[in-house]
């Protein structure tokens, strides 16, 4: 439980919203938006609707953009993943850079993963597929052991005798 009054209220709005209290959540959680609790904007932010940019301040972006700007380095993520889920990469690398910056390690870390191009099949149904390269091959031993499949192409520079 987190302390003071706006940690108590938020504590019994996630207990209604889990079904393990009675009442309803969702105007505690905005009466603590309204008082810039960032917890309930992210939380708020994730279960409307998408529509909106960040000017508007009741919008999915806007509550992340508020609340990141409120001191929740997590904000910035989510933001990220709005970026992210709408196809925005540019906006998507430049809130995981914030996110990291304001302390978030996780965003760090995904954002020295990031590549805009990706070898699986599912990256060509949102345009964004690259050939197979020799490189790509994370799991050596495994493929060394088995025959070479649909998610394990055969590697181009072994002879195919010895794939």
């Not at 301040?57 to 700007?69: D, I, N, V």
């Not at 990031?114 to 020799?134: C, M, N, Q, S, V």
């Not at 790509?136 to 192409?153: E, F, H, I, K, M």
Request: overall charge positive.
């Amino acid at each position: 439980m987190t302390g003071g009054r706006h940690g108590r209220l938020y504590d019994r709005a996630s207990r209604i919203l889990e079904g393990r209290g009675n009442g309803f959540g969702e105007p505690i959680l905005w009466h603590l938006a309204l008082r810039r609790h960032t917890e309930a904007m992210l939380w708020l932010a994730s279960v409307i609707d998408p529509r909106g940019g960040p000017a508007d301040s009741f919008s999915q972006a806007g509550l992340e953009r508020r609340a990141f700007r409120l001191g929740n380095a997590r904000a910035g993520q989510h933001a990220a993943m709005t970026c992210f889920n709408r196809g925005d990469l540019a906006g998507y690398r430049r809130w995981l850079g914030r996110a990291a910056r304001a302390g978030d390690p996780e965003a760090g870390v995904e954002l020295r993963r990031f590549k805009t191009r990706l070898p699986h099949e599912a990256a060509g149904d949102i345009g964004r597929k690259r050939p197979y390269r020799a490189s790509d091959g994370l799991w050596t031993a495994n493929r060394r052991a088995s025959a070479a499949t649909r998610y394990y192409p055969p590697d181009p520079f072994r002879p195919r005798g010895k794939q």
